[in-house]
């Protein structure tokens, strides 16, 4: 029951969030209870995932969750293309992948370590080496693109199609990797403990994926429609709002299960819920919204600013160096949170 009265709680904020919008109110306003919408919409997706999957097994349950999971960045991402709001877009993806892999990792791994009677943090090391080599496959890329951007050669010219065909290679690894890691023994394992709300009736799980995925959808647009004016309003940048905001709202439930996971002991499903995330991101979702971008005027490609290409480097360095010999320690978490505090600082000024 508790469970039903969350997501009619959620359910009434997006209604509020919507009325809000039509009735042009302050857009700070619409901006802010869009935003809490959008992380209450990500937590309700996740509870109504883990139902849908009970019927198919644990590894599909796992595939679900990454997936459904990130419908309020994909949302966030097409709408802010079709208005022209490429640097929201751009820093939307990166910052769900910093926020994923230094913040909530990096918080995760300070509960587990912390809960350990000898303060070490153990777990397996197959998904943080795999989703370390998708992350420089990915970086690889960007690196690649970013350097011909700076240099001015001749591929400068052709940003785009070079980005579509990295996206295509990144899909094709990514679509491998994961055929063959459903079908590796980690996927016998529970993709996420089972939650005291219980499951939900299949149907019923069901509905709520729907209303849900279609509500992300009106949300998104919304919170979109109310960005400039509110980020111009609370003298913020556009870059802060996608790398810090957007990204912490829209991975509500990899950010709150990971953590709460890692804190009762579970260290491997702890990592698999935020490193499948990272991962998908990365090498999936990406990818999956450059070749989208194609609709649009404003084309999404993987020329970053160099700041960011210089933190994604280092920060697949950091997290390899951390996680892949399946263990970690309190200092190696906090480690990991203050490259996030510092890349946010210097995102604030940006």
């Known amino acids: 029951m508790r469970t039903y009265a969350v997501a009619a709680a959620v359910l009434g904020l997006v209604v509020l969030g919507g009325a809000l919008h039509f009735a042009d109110v302050e857009p700070v ?16 997706i996740g509870i109504a995932t883990e139902s849908v999957g009970v019927r198919f097994g644990p590894a599909v349950t796992g595939a679900l969750q990454s997936t459904l999971g990130n419908l309020p960045e994909l949302f966030i991402v097409l709408f802010a293309l079709s208005a022209g709001e490429v640097v929201v877009a751009q820093t939307s993806i990166l910052g769900s992948i910093f926020a994923n892999a230094m913040l909530v990792l990096g918080l995760a791994i300070v509960a587990g370590s912390t809960r350990a009677g000898d303060k070490v943090m153990r777990f397996q090391r197959r998904l943080p080496n795999d989703t370390a080599t998708l992350l ?16 001015g050669d001749r591929a400068s010219r052709h940003q785009v199609e070079i980005s579509v065909v990295g996206a295509i290679c990144l899909l094709a690894v990514y679509g491998a990797w ?17 939650p005291k709300h219980g499951v939900i009736p299949f149907g019923t799980a069901v509905v709520l994926l729907a209303i849900s995925g ?6 998104s647009d919304w919170f979109v429609d109310a960005l400039d004016p509110a980020v111009d309003a609370l003298g913020i940048s556009k870059a802060f709002t996608g790398l810090v905001i957007v990204a912490i709202a829209g991975n509500a439930v990899e950010n709150v299960v990971g953590i709460t996971l890692a804190a009762k002991g579970q260290s491997d499903l702890s990592i698999s ?10 090498a999936f979702l990406f990818p999956v919204l450059v070749i989208c971008s194609l609709a649009f005027e404003d084309r999404l490609t993987f020329v970053l600013n160099p700041v960011y290409v210089g933190a994604l480097l280092v920060m697949a360095i950091a997290i390899w160096q951390i996680t892949g010999d399946g263990e970690a320690l309190p200092y190696e978490g906090l480690a990991l949170v203050a490259l996030y505090v510092v890349l946010a600082t210097v995102t604030w000024f940006e």
Not at 32 to 39: P, Q
Not at 136 to 151: E, K, M, N, R, Y
Not at 273 to 282: D, R, T
């Open 29 to 44: 306003v619409v901006f802010v209870v869009n935003g809490a919408a959008l992380g209450g919409l990500a937590w309700l």
């Open 214 to 219: 279609v509500a992300a959808a009106f949300v």
């Open 273 to 282: 819920v935020v490193k499948n995330s990272v991962a998908q991101i990365a």
């Open 136 to 151: 420089l496959l990915a970086i690889f890329l960007i690196v690649l693109l970013g350097q011909s951007d700076q240099l």
């Open 178 to 194: 994961l055929w063959s890691y459903l079908r590796s023994p980690q996927a016998s394992e529970p993709a996420v403990e089972q």
